[in-house]
């Protein structure tokens, strides 16, 4: 069987990683961090997934999990490195592809004739193409001339919360520069994927995950600016959504703080970025959803203004209901915001133990309780399960504002 490197050992890195240990392939996993590499190298995790600690240390137990800050020889390997993006000067964003072309480059030593080089990492359209292109300048570099290297790009779809069951059930794309790259791909991915895989270029495979992202984006932005519609018109957005749903083709989403996570709030940019005269409504359901946060922060601003000393409870601070990540999260910006406004802020995550650093000395971390009995304005923003047992009567004689609609 094949051995593996794979390049990040973070949110997808890491399942990818472990599920392929699993199954009885030699895997060693890379990061930069010498801390990742020795917790994982212990068994344990640093990131919050359900079941993925089980996987790991099964992996890890097995024997064919290491983990080291260097790659080395293997039959293939895994790009999942992170690929955010730059701001510029008017507002939209370009993709830092510098992780990537790091990683891609520090596996230049180590390829062999006939190696299959994946990338997963979320991607522009042509970022394959330049895998091949920098592993190629850097091999000249070293003088080494490798014959035959494959390359494909296999984008994840696995949704936070629910990775380790989506990683083996959702169908994949295999997009190959080369239709046997492709099919590589697919012979080394059907080992634990028990879904559909399908074969296409390169280019295709990256479009098709910013498209699948772009297209939750937009549909998002459709729910926030109906709930600012519902504001102005003195109507419950829930109860609109929940009946216009009722019809068969209307599936609308649900209105939020903002999008956050590190997927959906930056893949569309890519789109924007390559095709700006022609992505209008992805640049503009971005910037609806992007603007959120500031009006929820106003609806929160107003609420306190009622009261002579008002505290404020922010509950949640994660992107997303049941998780602990807080990068790109739209609650840490509006309770960042509202203590910048000057008010005394409390905030509830049941999911973390201390502050993100943009937070610490100006807000205060509490339990629910504390925030419950000390505050008289309370902005719910994250459904967190942990909140599910608050009704409105918790909240009499305090203001509410409930960006999720979850108390009832
Ligand atoms: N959100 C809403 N309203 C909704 C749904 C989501 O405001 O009705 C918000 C969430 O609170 C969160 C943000 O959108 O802040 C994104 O959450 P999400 O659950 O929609 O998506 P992610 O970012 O956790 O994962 C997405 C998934 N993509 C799609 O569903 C098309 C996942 O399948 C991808 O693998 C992942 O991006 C990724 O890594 O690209």
């Keep these: 069987m094949p051995s593996l490197c794979v390049l990040g050992l973070g949110y997808i890195g890491l399942p990818t990683a472990s599920i392929f240990a699993t199954k009885g392939r030699r895997v060693l996993g890379v990061d930069v961090s010498p801390s990742v590499v020795e917790t994982i190298n212990s068994g344990r995790i640093h990131i919050q997934e359900p079941d993925l600690?089980?996987?790991v240390r099964a992996a890890v137990q097995s024997g064919n999990l290491k983990a080291a800050t260097l790659p080395a020889p293997a039959d293939v390997f895994i790009l999942a490195v992170p690929t955010p993006f730059l701001a510029s000067a008017d507002g939209a964003r370009v993709p830092d592809l510098s992780f990537v072309e790091a990683a891609t480059r520090?596996?230049?030593?180590?390829?062999?004739?006939?190696?299959?080089?994946?990338?997963?990492?979320?991607?522009?359209?042509?970022?394959?193409?330049?895998?091949?292109?920098?592993?190629?300048?850097?091999?000249?570099k070293l003088g080494r001339k490798v014959d035959g290297l494959l390359y494909a790009h296999c984008p994840e779809r696995i949704l936070p919360g629910q990775m380790l069951k989506e990683l083996v059930s959702n169908d994949r794309i295999c997009g190959g520069l080369t239709p046997v790259a492709a099919d590589q791909a697919r012979d080394l991915y059907?080992?634990?994927?028990?879904?559909?895989i399908f074969l296409t270029d390169a280019r295709t495979a990256e479009l098709a995950k910013l498209t699948e992202n772009a297209f939750r984006d937009v549909n998002i932005a459709f729910a926030n600016e109906l709930s600012l519609i519902c504001d102005k018109l003195g109507v419950d957005v829930w109860e609109l959504i929940r009946l216009a749903n009722r019809h068969p083709r209307v599936k609308i989403l649900q209105p939020g703080p903002g999008v956050g996570g590190h997927c959906i709030a930056v893949d569309p940019w890519f789109i924007?970025?390559?095709?700006?005269?022609?992505?209008r409504l992805l640049r503009t359901a971005r910037e609806v959803n992007d603007s959120k946060p500031h009006h929820v922060v106003a609806q929160v601003r107003a609420a306190a203004a009622q009261h002579a000393h008002p505290v404020v409870a922010c509950l949640g601070l994660a992107f997303k209901a049941n998780v602990d990540d807080l990068r790109e999260s739209p609650a840490v910006e509006i309770t960042a915001a509202l203590a910048a406004a000057g008010l005394p802020v409390l905030a509830v995550e049941p999911h973390v133990r201390?502050?993100?650093?943009?937070?610490?000395g100006k807000a205060k971390l509490v339990s629910i309780e504390e925030a419950m009995a000390a505050a008289n304005v309370i902005v719910l923003l994250v459904d967190h399960r942990a909140f599910g047992s608050l009704t409105l009567a918790s909240f009499a004689g305090k203001a509410l504002i409930d960006t999720r609609g979850q108390i009832r």
Aim: hydrophobic share 50%; net charge negative; glycine share 4%.
């Design 53 to 55: 600690d089980v996987l």
């Design 106 to 140: 520090s596996i230049a030593p180590f390829v062999a004739a006939g190696n299959l080089i994946i990338l997963e990492s979320t991607s522009p359209v042509g970022t394959t193409e330049k895998v091949k292109g920098w592993l190629e300048a850097e091999l000249a």
């Design 190 to 196: 059907a080992s634990f994927c028990t879904a559909q």
């Design 272 to 279: 924007v970025d390559a095709a700006p005269a022609e992505a």
């Design 354 to 360: 201390t502050l993100p650093p943009s937070l610490v």
